[in-house]
């Protein structure tokens, strides 16, 4: 039979773990409810958000504010641009980590710490803004889409983490019986490092496909162009500047129903740009904590 005092310990034990789920429920109401008044904001009547009666629920449900959206030109394009960056970035973004990782990662590599210290070493030092401007400039990469994707060509910290990575996971010895085979450097990369890479890989797209999504500072220096600029340029306008492009829709009934109805518009701009990294995460969700947690085991 337990005594008092084990009784004692196991009554502190549970009120522990009853703190806990109460701090953490606390906690997930505290984080989920902007996004639920977000969403249902977005599909409530223009009168009930400027009137204060959403609260949970959509009020007086309407898809007016996607329609409005999406009958802006400007989001559109902003959108769509988002979407190239998004793609083209990420993808450059992974082939240029891989490749310098894996080089990174072999012990028998000449010279690794060094280029490992010079990587590290503009992690923590740059020209500044003014010289990077010029470089755009005298790159003739200004106000075209290269500007946001060539100079953001390769994070540092995520070759650092692919890089102990592949050193945790790849052992020599593979790399020994491919060699014995026949097999050539660039043939083991491509037919065995990167299969048995995936979690990293998902780690890294995850990283770099939020980055290109939310980014607007480069883009806000860089670019000039409408067509060019990237949809958190629009939604920084539009929640910021308060600057809702009504001319660009041309259907004369729908521009009657827009007036007045600008924060219907935010909340709707504000989903429609959240909704593709929500998309994406459920699909690397699995890899994530995986390949961050053997990335950090040795540096």
Known sequence: MRNSKTEE??????????GIYVFLAATLIIMLYPLIYVVSASFSSPGAVAGGKVFLWPVEPTLLGYQAVF?????????LNSVFYLVVGTSLN??????????????????????????????????????????????GLLDTRAVL???????????IIARTYLQNTIPDELFEAAS?????????????VLPLSKSIMA??????????????????????SPGLQPLQIVLREILLLGQVDMTMI?????????????????YAVIV??????????????KHFVKGVMIGSLKG
């Open 71 to 79: 009958q802006n030109q400007k989001i559109v394009t902003g959108f």
């Open 149 to 159: 994707i060539l100079p953001v060509a390769m994070s540092v910290w995520n070759v």
């Open 250 to 266: 041309t259907d004369v009934e729908a521009l009657e129903k827009m007036q007045g109805l600008s924060n219907l518009l935010k």
């Open 94 to 139: 992974l082939v240029m980590t891989m490749m310098a990782a894996y080089p990174l990662s072999r012990k028998e590599f000449y010279g690794r710490k060094v280029i490992t210290a010079i990587f590290v070493f503009t992690m923590y030092f740059s020209g500044g803004l003014v010289p990077s401007y010029l470089l755009m400039k005298n790159l």
């Open 180 to 192: 014995i085979d026949g097999c050539s450097e660039i043939r083991f990369f491509l037919k065995v």
């Open 203 to 224: 780690v890294l797209v995850l990283y770099y496909g939020v980055y290109h999504w939310n980014s607007y500072f480069n883009a806000m220096i860089y670019l000039k």
């Open 9 to 18: 310990r196991y009554l502190l034990d549970d009120l522990f773990m009853i």
């Open 272 to 285: 429609v740009a959240s909704l593709p990294m929500m998309c994406i995460y459920p699909f690397v969700q």
